[in-house]
């Protein structure tokens, strides 16, 4: 194997390996998620937010954790928001209205940490995908090139 062919398989397999851990580690929190103890909570927001095409639901909650009044934004593990074109960010602000009671699940380990839909979910699995399909192409090309 020549050089230039060490330089292309250390610059993808590197970083798609640390997007492997990433989305591992994200994974297994999603996991724990679901035996994370769950509190009463109420919506105290529940919106859509229009950036251009895209669409993001911001929905936030109140709830009780280690004797303090917290807020969560989260709708599961993972980033505070996702934006999406078309309905989806309505049909998620549907299911969440403002003062409506609902079941937050709180990380044991950080209370300010919450979601309201604990477990993984399909968005999970796309770090460890691209990670995949990324080493996948590499060790072709590194075979191709041999």
């Given at each position: 194997m020549n050089r230039s062919s060490l330089i292309v398989l250390a610059t993808t397999v590197v970083p798609a390996?640390?997007?492997?851990v990433w989305g591992v580690r994200f994974i297994r929190r999603a996991r724990a998620s679901l035996d994370w103890?769950?509190?009463?909570?109420?919506?105290?927001?529940?919106r859509v937010l229009r950036q251009g095409n895209t669409r993001s639901p911001r929905v936030?909650?109140?709830?009780v954790a280690a004797a303090r009044p917290q807020v969560g934004y989260r709708l599961w593990v993972g980033p505070r928001s996702i934006s999406a074109s078309g309905p989806w960010a309505d049909r998620v602000v549907a299911r969440y209205p403002v003062g409506a009671a609902v079941q937050?699940?709180?990380?044991?380990?950080?209370?300010?940490?919450?979601?309201?839909?604990?477990?993984p979910r399909a968005?999970?699995?796309?770090?460890?995908?691209?990670a995949v399909l990324f080493v996948a192409v590499?060790?072709?090309m590194a075979v191709i090139a041999i």
């Open positions: 390996l640390l997007l492997l103890p769950v509190v009463a909570g109420t919506i105290t927001e529940s936030s909650y109140g709830y937050v699940a709180v990380d044991p380990n950080d209370p300010a940490y919450a979601v309201l839909e604990a477990g968005i999970h699995w796309l770090p460890v995908a691209v590499t060790g072709f």
